[in-house]
């Protein structure tokens, strides 16, 4: 496919048709009736023997939980999830646990939760034991594994940042390609990875740890597992913090749908970065006031001719977009720092944007891509999948082209695959969102926030029987930790269940900053996740 034209009218043209699409195809979900989720017979609770965990000590100690493979079959295959936790500091004011879940879906809970615990308020830490684990086919149980690592490596390396004609239906082939070998590969684990089983798997957790309930911090996908947990057990939530929401019908139901607002987001937050390096040309250091076109350039230029990085691999210009990708999620804080990379690898120097994915990376975007076909009703049907990425494309001129027409990663490019995926989906969550009966949850949104439009917390809010919106008006993804007012209200409700006032807004994003400030959040790996030191 030859990439679309950014000029006006061709421009309005294709958002005409992507709205008529949007529109069609969210007729065409092809998900069963949002009725009862079925219950099911409790299976056998784990025993967990707690003991050292790999690695330094940091407090924290691990242990391995047996849960049923098929949760229809409670008493048949079991699996390995991996536990961690840390006791609460002052056993005096223990409250009970605090589970975080980082999302991703493909993120490891257990690092998540020793990575994040020291930058907890100190009223969290002292009063909750901290836990984390690791979702089934995630890291240290049962890591899922569709395309291995030189499949993947072949293909990132040979995507471009401008895609040419026939794009499209490279994609397409290797989304079919991707998803025949999960079920070739992955078959016995995939159909029992999606979130109806990660939320018992969570409940049979906190039977284990002899809590009659528990509280919560979900983030990006993180907030999906929690929303399905509480709809399935409404009555074991105390307290629920989901981050950087997703509107659940949307996504599960309607992806297409959901899909377009993903880039459109994407490309928007990109777009008002690459604004602001046209404002402050100095402070940013790309683009010369012109970055737009700057960066369109740039893309061109390093697919004609790639840097080649010290492990031997080629940067193109897709490259360039997958990093950039990640990296705008952090916010207005690091824009200096992207600027100063954008003009680092004009330079072909050293530049945290010149990274290819690594085979760590491929460990994480084998689970996103597996979760999200198990949990997402796609119509089927390469023609359907093709009209719908070619709509995103032209929506999304800055990333869309090597994001939508790449080779199967991050969520905004699940479709090609998805709409080809054969295998059962047995743990699709296909019951009602609203958690009925359960305790107040508190919904985070983002207004500038790239990956989850602010949108979806809205709608979350509005769909739980007892949902609270909490606003950060800022860029970035998720919002905990990156504001002092965000972070007082959150850390008061987990603590103490008292909730930020309707309508409460928070505005106090940390602004742009200098470059040679030390910045959490640059060079931002996929893989591992933690929540930010409050600034």
């Known amino acids: 496919m030859q990439t679309p034209s950014t000029g006006a009218p061709r421009g309005r043209l294709a958002l005409c048709t992507s709205l008529a699409l949007i529109a069609a195809t969210a007729l065409l979900g092809g998900a069963p009736g949002a009725g009862a989720a079925t219950p099911l017979a409790d299976p056998p609770v784990p025993v967990l023997s707690w003991g050292p965990c790999d690695g330094p000590a940091d407090g924290f100690e691990c242990a391995t939980a047996r849960v049923p493979l098929d949760h229809h079959a409670p008493t048949g295959r079991t699996i390995p999830l991996a536990v961690t936790r840390r006791p609460a500091a002052d056993p005096a004011r223990r409250t009970g646990v605090l589970v975080l879940h980082p999302g991703g879906p493909g993120n490891s809970g257990v690092d998540f939760a020793r990575g994040s615990h020291d930058a907890l308020p100190a009223a969290l830490r002292d009063s909750f034991d901290v836990v984390g684990y690791d979702m089934r086919g995630v890291g240290r149980s049962g890591q899922v594994e569709c395309w291995n690592d030189a499949r993947y490596t072949a293909a990132v390396d040979a995507a471009r940042g ?161 990093r950039l990708m990640f990296n705008i999620n952090s916010g207005r804080v690091v824009w200096p720092y992207l600027g100063q990379a954008l003009k680092s690898a004009r330079e072909r120097r050293s530049s945290f944007l010149l990274s290819p994915p690594s085979p760590g990376t491929f460990d994480f975007l084998n689970v996103n891509l597996a979760v999200e076909c198990v ?91 007892n949902g609270r919106l909490l606003t950060f008006a800022a860029e970035g993804h998720t919002a905990y930790n990156r504001s002092a007012c965000v972070s007082a209200l959150v850390t008061d409700y987990l603590a103490t269940l008292a909730l930020p006032a309707r309508g409460t807004v928070c505005a106090d994003e940390a602004p742009p900053e200098p470059v040679g400030l030390r910045v959490p959040g640059v060079e931002v790996d996929e893989t591992r996740d933690v929540i930010p030191f409050p600034r």
């Open 162 to 322: 401008v895609p040419g004609p026939g794009a499209l239906r490279t994609a397409l082939a290797q989304g079919r390609d991707f998803a025949d070998a999960c079920r070739e590969r992955a078959g016995e684990l995939v159909p029992f990875i999606g979130t109806a089983s990660n939320a018992r798997d969570l409940d049979l957790l906190r039977r284990a740890l002899g809590e009659e309930t528990l509280s919560f911090y979900g983030r990006s996908f993180g907030s999906y597992v929690g929303t399905v947990y509480a709809s399935l057990f409404p009555r074991r939530v105390r307290a629920m913090a989901l981050d950087g929401a997703y509107d659940p019908h949307l996504y599960a139901d309607l992806p297409y749908a959901y899909d377009t607002a993903q880039f459109v987001a994407l490309d928007a937050a990109v777009g008002r970065f690459l604004d602001w390096c046209a404002a402050e040309a100095e402070l940013c250091g790309f683009g010369e006031g012109r970055p737009r076109q700057a960066f369109e350039r740039l893309k061109r230029d390093l697919d004609a001719d790639p840097v080649i990085t010290p492990s031997g691999r080629p940067a193109s210009g897709h490259t360039l977009a997958y």
């Open 375 to 465: 949990d997402r009703a796609y119509p089927t049907g390469r023609p359907l999948a093709g009209t719908v990425v070619s709509a995103n494309v032209a929506l999304s001129p800055l990333l869309g082209p090597p994001i939508g027409l790449g080779p199967p990663t991050y969520d905004h490019n699940h479709a090609p695959t998805c709409a080809q995926w054969s295998a059962p989906r047995p743990s699709r969550f296909e019951g009602s969102y609203r958690a009925a009966g359960s305790a107040p949850i508190l919904v985070l949104g983002t207004t500038g926030d790239p990956d989850t439009p602010y949108r979806d917390a809205v709608a979350l809010a509005g769909t739980l029987e």
